[in-house]
């Protein structure tokens, strides 16, 4: 009866995980290089899951396909180029760095390198600025203080 | 009956939140009291109204009336009861409706608990609520209506999403909508000042405690998502970059922004302007959020296209109330003056800094999320931005942020001193730099987990550095913990949210530690991981109400002994004919945990495992939590308890800035 359950569960449509036990390559060094590569590769069919990670069939099939790349002997860029130029950009989670990318790796530094030479900018012009005038009043910034002290206590 | 009650009481409610996002608006342009009076008491019968509309949707789901379409496609009759709760809201119309319930509920508490406030300020904060919840029962309505009815009425349901029925959907989702939420308050006192043209620290006060709350249960909301998917979805990873959990990150990194932002606010009357902005910046990205989520645009840019009502309602939404408040802003926020002066190096310096990179870490999510969606729109071109781009971008910007933090707290408001502050830091750093090359020499390996380790040490030790140096004349023990005990809860807080910073970074640091086997094994065969071994006892066949699993007893052992034991399986839901895992895991040591996970099953028995040792994983969640105790200990601060604003307002009518 057990036997016959599993039996069942087994032939469900089947739900395999990830990687599995059949895929993985005699070579302790090739399969390693295999799961660094997939790692960053995307399975097609699903959201922003990488091949390594994703149940999905397709996924099970490119990551016997970057295998087999590697048993031919085809080093990591190599076996990039080989499914960039069938699957297109889509395939790499870390989109490569060309015009129409430009925007999207500039970004963070852009908004950084900006955010700062604001705040330099501001910073200076405020302290020219201080000499002129007090924000508040000296009796209403005594009275916030006061309060301040009585309640933070 | 009691589905058209529901459905009817919404109606009420939406038509009620255009009286109170009219009324109390106009009584407060006017400086007309009893105007102004209208918006207390329909904030609170609009909460009940929506409140008796949820209430009737969830007695269709645990009575399982067919008769309407949303129980009919989430629901069956045999589903666990607390699935039959849960799935209220783990369907599109029932989580709208939760949303739409959550900010009605905050309007009401403003409404309950401001009695110190200012009449024209809070008028005008549930005015602008309302146009939120007017908005978003407007959706409800006529996009999303979870009261529909289907004639005839089926005899069973096509039951909840198997990969939802568990006690994560129960906890998450409301955890998560509480959070996005609450920044609505703090979005509707952007809008207010902004509208009155007037603000100051009270405000920033006033403010303070809902923030407060809101990114408490914005990060207790995403350690759970987190949490979930990490056991569920069975090899143990437990965040993706994936745009909707993007979608959460970036309201939290705005939010934590707007916190520190709010306390220099508070304290020192200075970056009022740029506090605002952060306030509305907060709750955009939660209305983004929900667009992202809700739409279907990220499903595919085309099926978005396709089927556009809902997607199109919510992005009028949001053009409406991003556009609407930023315009407000450019409008008003110049004739907001900038407070208080400080140098670059001070508390308020500290905290500018934190600032800078909170945001830009959240503009490169927010880049790295859209950009793919944006360059298919304009140019058709397919490209992915994945985990490998988060971890170039988003990486380098958090390591000055943790190694500022520490020395944030030690700064001193208005001038501070820097190397004062790097003396006084000398103990954390040291036992950064030996805990790194402890563990290196230990561990072995790449070297960026240890550093990473290295670095969470130093920020866990030197976020107690300021709360030690003020013990420290302490002669006796006693008198020391007096003293602990007099110091303000606001910095215990932030001492402690900011050690769960550095212990959630030492969980994510392991991760480079962990231990994985792929094996084919056969019951009894024991397999060796990390310092354990894993013997699959039996396979055994088990029933559940709404499925049939297969279980494997497992033992972990220790030197020979037998130390734990696990119950991994897997499920086949025989409604929607699919099957799912359950990982079994254990927890052993310092947050260590073994995680396995039942592949296949052969036919002639033999069983494909995912097993794996996680050192200290279950510390990426513990730091999450005691963040949110952080901030739980800073909200019951006597500072900023309810009430005291009233006291604080018994000064003259706060003077406007100028």
Known sequence: MRFVLALCLALLPSLSLAVQPDEILPDARQESRAREISAELRCLVCQNQSIDDSDAGLARDLRLLVRERIKAGDNDTQVRDYLVQRYGDFILLKPPFKSETLLLWLTPFGVLLAGGAALFAMSRRRRRESAVEASLSDTDEARLKALLEREGR | MIVEIGHYALVLALALAIVQALVPLYGAIRGDGPLMAVAQPAAVVQFLLVALSFVALTHAHVVSDFSVVNVFENSHS??????????????????????????????????????????????????????????????????????????????????????????????????????????????????????SGRIDAAWARYIRPWTLGAWIFLTLGIAMGSYWAYYTLGWGGFWFWDPVENASLMPWLAGTALLHSAAVMEKRDALKIW?????????????????????????????????????????????????????????????????????????????????????????????????????????????????????????????????????????????????????????????????????????????????????????????????????????????????ALGLPRSAWGTALAHAGVGITLFGLAATGWGVERIVTVKPGEPVAVGPYEVVVRELAPRDGSNFKELVAHTEIREGGRVIAEMDPSRRSFTTRTMVRTEAGIVTLGAGGQIYMNIADVRVDGAIDLRLYWKPYVAL???????????????????????????????RPQAAPAE
């Open chain 2, 275 to 483: 506090t605002i902005f952060l306030a509305i910046l907060a709750f955009s990205l939660s209305l983004l959020g929900t667009f992202l989520v809700r739409s279907g645009v990220l499903t595919s840019v085309h099926s978005f296209a396709s089927d556009p009502q809902r997607g199109v309602f919510i992005l009028g939404i949001l053009v409406f109330f991003i556009g609407g408040s930023l315009a407000l802003f450019a409008f008003r926020a110049t004739a907001l003056k900038p407070g208080g002066i400080f140098a670059p190096v001070s508390r308020e310096g500290a905290l500018v800094f934190n600032n800078l990179l909170l945001t830009t870490s959240c503009a490169t999510v927010f880049i790295g999320t859209l950009y793919p969606l944006a360059l298919e729109a304009v140019t058709g071109e397919k490209i992915s931005v994945g985990a490998p781009f988060f971890n170039l971008t988003f990486g380098p910007l958090f390591i000055p942020i943790i190694l500022a933090m520490p020395f944030g707290q030690m700064l001193a408001w208005k001038r501070g001193d820097l190397l004062g502050a790097a003396q006084r830091l000398v103990l954390a750093v040291a036992i950064g730099v030996a805990g790194m090359i402890v563990l290196e020499a230990l561990r072995g390996g790449p070297v960026m987990p240890a550093i990473l380790a290295g670095l969470a040490l130093y920020l866990m030790v030197g976020s107690f550095v300021e709360i030690y140096g003020r013990l420290r004349g302490a002669r006796t023990i006693g008198n020391m913990v007096s003293r």
């Open chain 2, 620 to 650: 990426i969640w513990l730091g999450c939590l005691i963040m949110s105790l952080g901030g739980l200990l800073s909200l019951s601060d006597r500072r900023l308890r309810i009430g005291v604003a009233q006291r604080a307002s018994v």
């Open chain 2, 78 to 195: 045999l589903k666990p009861l607390i699935y039959k709760f849960s799935g209220v809201w783990g369907n599109h119309e029932g989580s709208m409706l939760l949303w739409v319930l959550i900010l009605a509920l905050f309007g009401a508490t403003v409404a309950l608990f401001s009695r110190g406030m200012p009449d024209d300020l809070r008028a005008l904060v549930l005015a602008v609520q309302s146009w939120v919840s007017a908005a978003f029962l407007l959706f409800v309505l006529l996009t999303s209506n979870p009261f529909a009815r289907l004639d005839p009425a089926p005899l069973e349901g096509r039951d909840l999403n198997p990969l939802l029925q568990d006690p994560g959907l129960a906890i998450h989702p409301p955890l998560l909508y509480i959070g996005y939420v609450g920044f609505s308050i703090t979005f509707s006192f952007a809008a207010a000042a902004l509208i």
